[in-house]
């Protein structure tokens, strides 16, 4: 272990940093000072405070993030669509750069000479901390005791045991949980084999859809330059959006997700998560971005998108070229202006309804009805040309092909190109 006198912890109550507490004393000496950060997990801090200090720290704190999460880092995701894979909404690759912005913080108002975190060594979340951590404070020093102990996860909880250390888990339930306003990731226990089916207890922010209200409900989100700014004709800032969405969606069983994940370092992962306000308002923001921009934006932001999740998975949060994409990203938003309409129904989410001052929808283009103002005559000429390439195409195949049975019936002739 690297030499240090005072680290800032990243503490999040559970068995990882509440066992690294006594480990890294017993390694460096250090005084160790835990520092719980509130990106919305339903977390009693209280508790978890207790439980740093009777492990021995010399200060535990909570800071309470949630608003600088869904201002600084949610709306972006919802603007980026972020879906790693597809599927994933990014939960936990969202909130560790907040989480090391407010680490690096504490570190400089306390003096301290090191961070550390519980990751282990085969997550993406390591990238995370530590890649975030070297583009905003590379004086610090990181430990990473999960990643040094050598400890399974029952290991962990008998040494814990051991050091009388009070834990918020009982051993049986060893499933690893993150949480925050945008959603829940479960790992670990039954859900590592791929064949098994989550079992009921692993969720807690969605209903199963069987046992799902049986009345649809209507959610209609107003979005502001791509922002969400409304529900149901009600303005409320993002955080109070997300969360009220969030319960909403959860209650209709919207936002399970059960995935073959590609991590970073080359493991893939059956991945289990619940985001019922990341599923709802992604969607949602992809259904009015495709009433509004032009079909070269749309297609290529689909490419970008899928670039911008790739590099916030990696914990590239503060790269050059994830700042590039945002940049690009930001100007798309301009006209993402207007409402949509969400329909939720035992776990099934649809789009029922978009609209916009900015929409490029026209109807008169469109219909096949009365108030056609579409020039009809002018398909000819573009067809002409539109067709042209693959005309010409056939017209040289068919003469290749004619030379081609030349040859095979005389054997002398050879195939000359077609002028
Ligand atoms: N696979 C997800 C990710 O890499 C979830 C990670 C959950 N983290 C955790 N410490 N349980 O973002």
């Known amino acids: 272990m690297k030499s240090c006198k005072k680290i800032v912890l990243a503490y999040s109550g559970g068995l990882d940093t509440t066992t690294a507490i006594p480990w890294l004393k017993e390694q460096t000496g250090a005084e160790i000072v835990a520092l719980a950060i509130d990106v919305g997990q339903a977390d009693n801090f209280e508790e978890a405070l207790k439980r740093a200090l009777h492990a021995g720290v010399v200060q535990a704190e909570v800071l309470d993030a949630k608003e600088e999460y869904a201002q600084d880092f949610l709306l972006p995701a919802i603007q980026a669509n972020a879906l790693y894979e597809g599927v994933y909404p990014l939960l936990s690759a969202l909130s560790r750069p907040l989480i090391v912005e407010k680490l690096v913080q504490a570190a400089a108002q306390i003096g301290a000479d090191a961070v550390a975190h519980g990751c282990t060594g085969k997550g993406n979340d390591q990238l995370r901390f530590e890649l975030s951590l070297a583009a905003l404070a590379p004086h610090l020093t990181v430990l990473a005791p999960a990643r040094h102990w050598g400890m399974t996860r029952e290991d962990a ?27 829940r990731a479960i790992e670990c226990g039954p859900l590592e084999d791929p064949w098994t089916e989550p079992p009921a207890d692993a969720f807690a922010l969605t209903a199963e859809a069987a046992q799902a209200p049986d009345a649809a409900v209507e959610l209609t989100i107003d979005f502001e330059q791509g922002v969400p700014t409304a529900l149901n004709g009600t303005p409320m800032p993002p955080l109070d959006l997300i969360a009220e969405v969030s319960v909403c969606a959860g209650a209709h069983g919207v936002g399970r997700i059960d995935h073959m994940e590609n991590r970073t370092v080359g493991i893939k992962s059956r991945e289990v998560y619940e985001c019922p306000a990341g599923v709802a308002l992604i969607q949602a923001h992809k259904a009015l971005e495709s009433l509004v921009l032009t079909k070269d934006e749309a297609r290529f932001k689909a490419q970008v998108e899928t670039r911008w999740a790739e590099l916030v998975y990696e914990g590239k949060w503060h790269a050059p070229l994830k700042q590039s994409l945002d940049a690009f990203i930001s100007a798309t938003q301009a006209t993402v202006t207007g409402s949509v309409r969400l329909k939720l129904y035992k776990g099934t989410l649809q789009v029922v309804g978009r609209r916009s001052p900015y929409a490029l929808y026209d109807t008169n283009l469109t219909t096949y009805g009365d108030g056609d103002t579409f020039d009809h005559t002018a398909a000819d000429g573009y067809l002409k040309l539109a067709a042209m390439e693959l005309a010409t195409l056939a017209r040289v195949h068919a003469g290749q092909s004619a030379l081609t049975q030349e040859t095979h019936d005389d054997r002398t002739v050879v195939a000359q190109p077609v002028s």
């Open 157 to 183: 909880f008998a040494y814990a045991q051991g050091k009388g250390l009070n834990l918020a888990l009982k051993p049986g339930t060893l499933y690893s949980i993150d949480e925050n306003l945008w959603g």
